[in-house]
């Protein structure tokens, strides 16, 4: 016998997709950039250009920054936090490349980490 699930209790709207079309694009594009910038053995170019676009992803999703993911309710704050750990790891990594490399694999798999559970599930 189905039931009708109780209210949420929730203070805020879900994501929809209609509305914050542009957000779930710039998480899409984030992921993008992170996962580039872990091509950093293969290219410093390929690793600065994944970060330039991680940050553009972060600038992108910034409007749904308010709106709690399905998973993770501060998605965009860690989001934001690990680009500039990335981007800080990029910049290190001129002049102590193993430390730079360290700090930019972190701060990459922890954004794909928070678009991976901030992202919507589906459109409510």
Not at 26 to 55: E, K, M, N, R, T
């Amino acid at each position: 016998m189905k039931t009708v699930p109780p209210p949420s209790t929730s203070t805020s709207k879900p994501l929809r997709l209609e509305d914050h079309g542009s957000a779930f694009a710039g998480q899409v594009i984030a992921a993008v950039g992170a996962a580039l910038s872990l091509l950093g053995p293969f290219s410093d170019v390929v690793s600065g250009v994944g970060v330039a676009i991680l940050i553009v992803g972060v600038v992108v999703s910034a409007p749904a920054g308010r709106h709690p993911g399905p998973v993770m309710v501060e998605w965009w704050s860690v989001l934001a936090v690990a680009a500039l750990a990335a981007l800080i790891g990029f910049g290190l990594g001129f002049w102590l490349s193993a430390l730079g490399g360290v700090v930019l694999t972190a701060g990459a798999v922890t954004s794909l980490a928070a678009v991976f559970f901030g992202a919507p599930v589906r459109p409510e």
